[in-house]
């Protein structure tokens, strides 16, 4: 069956990066693309960029351009989402969504990891 | 950016009624739009793309509909497990925009 097992809690001092993961597994991981949504609390969900699990193709959000990279590694069927220069703005919970290659459909969510910026 | 308005943002409803969110795209968006269900503390799931078409596994209780600027998303017959709250989505431009959440409470 089709999972999404993301990386474990961050706590982040102001000023750090992130790098999370997502290993994907029970399908072929470079037919799907991967994109990358958060959800600060009590905030509604912001979605931050894709790639694609066949390519180097990805886009991300004008909102974090210079600070994210969105990255996949086919041999180990996960991808990677890397935030830098974090604020305390940038706590939130991470997910990682499935859509298939070349269209949105979004179906299966990663659990979600939670990332902490406090000093 | 394409913004996204659900109405309402919050709903009271009984067991067994039906209810229906509408969500309101800034500009044209043709039918490329999505609904999603988030329970507390819980990763979304995904129920609608294409604005009408169910994801796999879905039960046909959820529908939609819409296409350029309205779009509905309606749930007949309302369980207990129902109750939660919905998000519609955007991808016709980047970035991909979601409503501010329609909560679905138990009245």
């Known amino acids: 069956q089709v999972q999404l097992v993301q990386s474990g809690a961050e706590v982040k001092m102001p000023g750090a990066s992130v790098k999370l993961s997502c290993k994907a597994s029970g399908y072929t991981f470079t037919t799907y693309a991967m994109h990358w949504v958060r959800q600060a609390p009590g905030q509604r969900l912001e979605w931050m960029g894709w790639v694609n699990g066949g390519n180097d193709d990805s886009r991300f959000s004008l909102e974090f351009q210079g600070r994210v990279t969105i990255s996949r590694d086919t041999s180990a069927s996960t991808a990677y989402m890397e935030l830098s220069s974090l604020t305390s703005e940038d706590t939130a919970v991470y997910y990682c969504?499935?859509?298939?290659?070349?269209?949105?459909?979004?179906?299966?969510w990663g659990q979600g990891t939670v990332v902490t910026v406090s000093s | 950016d394409i913004q996204m308005t659900q109405s309402p943002s919050s709903l009271s409803a009984s067991v067994g009624d039906r209810v229906t969110i509408t969500c309101r795209a800034s500009?044209?968006?043709?039918?490329?739009l999505a609904w999603f269900q988030q329970k507390p503390g819980k990763a979304p799931k995904s129920l609608i793309y294409?604005?009408?078409s169910l994801q796999s596994g879905v039960p046909s209780k959820f529908s939609g509909s819409g296409s350029g600027t309205d779009f509905t998303l309606t749930i007949s017959s309302l369980q207990p497990e129902d109750f939660a709250t919905y998000y519609c989505?955007?991808?016709?431009?980047?970035?991909?925009?979601f409503g501010q959440g329609t909560k679905l409470e138990i009245k």
């Open positions: 989505q955007q991808y016709n431009s980047y970035p991909y925009t």
């Open positions: 969504v499935r859509t298939l290659a070349g269209t949105y459909r979004p179906d299966y």
């Open positions: 294409a604005a009408s």
């Open positions: 500009q044209g968006i043709n039918n490329d």
